[in-house]
């Protein structure tokens, strides 16, 4: 059985495999053993591993389940137990869904074959894992109440802010006049925060501070901001939308300094943006 990637067209509207995947792929090779397996899994205290067939590119799957399926039937009495092959034991191969498919499609997926986990792929190589576990915690993220409080572009170049607005009628404790410059500094001030954003560009990142959610979305030259009370995958979404219109609206600006490496070093303006997290 051929290795089957799975893809669709990414849905900006919905959140999607790489925002709930645990990244970290514990994997072995076809030359591994019984023992391997015990080890990855007491290690790790984790309930599967996946298995990679380097000469047939695919990818196989070992359960605590299966482990106990395979001593169950007979195993538990092989002779040289922990050097038996996991080519006796793996199941597969298993499919690949790719990075940006759709956490809907991922569960109606998962129903249909009956799976607790699948293999997330970014350009035809493992990248992360879904789990049952994943998806519940999404769940219970995506629905949980979130309210955006002050929205800020920020310039990648100088770190200067170029756009600013507070959602007033979201934040109930007294704003200090001064609050979005202090989060924005603490926020430039920290280098690695501020390197790791832009140079992973498309990835999310989150931070908490003083009981809020602080959203980071870079787009070719800009970073939007969002802070809000609680961490949502549904304002993570929307900023993802904002900081791309962001961009569009002011690309001939912000292109044309970037260009010239140097930053937008004027306010542009924010309102196009703004009824983005007001909408149901």
Do not use: C
Request: aromatic share 8%; no cysteine; glycine share 4%.
């Amino acid at each position: 059985m051929r290795l089957n990637t799975i893809m669709e067209e990414v849905n900006e509207s919905s959140a999607v495999a790489g925002e709930i995947m645990t990244p970290n792929v514990i994997m072995l090779d076809t030359n591994s053993t019984f023992k391997d397996v015990i080890e990855k899994l007491h290690k790790h205290n984790i309930s599967a591993v996946f298995i990679e067939d380097v000469v047939k590119g695919e990818y196989f799957i070992i359960t605590k389940t299966d482990v106990i399926n395979f001593l169950n039937t007979g195993g538990v009495f092989e002779q040289n137990l922990s050097d038996i092959s996991v080519k006796d034991i793996m199941q597969g191969p298993v499919d690949m869904l790719d990075i940006d498919i759709s956490i809907d499609t991922i569960i109606r997926y998962m129903i249909e074959h009956n799976f607790k986990r699948v293999l997330i792929s970014k350009g035809d190589k493992p990248a992360g894992v879904v789990s049952t576990r994943d998806i519940m915690t999404w769940n219970n993220t995506y629905f949980k109440p979130a309210k955006p409080q002050i929205l800020i572009f920020m310039d990648n170049i100088n770190s200067a802010f170029i756009a600013k607005h507070i959602y007033r009628d979201n934040i109930d404790d007294e704003i200090d006049k001064d609050l979005i410059d202090v989060y924005g500094g603490a926020l430039s001030s920290i280098s690695a925060i501020t390197d790791e954003v832009i140079k992973k560009s498309g990835t999310m990142r989150q931070l908490l501070k003083d009981k809020r959610s602080i959203l980071f979305e870079p787009h070719k030259g800009i970073t939007g901001i969002l802070i809000s009370d609680y961490n949502s995958i549904e304002l993570r979404r929307k900023l993802q939308i904002a900081t791309k219109k962001f961009y569009e609206t002011h690309s001939n600006i912000i292109d044309s300094n970037y260009k010239e490496e140097e930053g937008v070093n004027k306010d542009l303006n924010i309102d196009p943006v703004v009824p983005i997290f007001k909408e149901d």
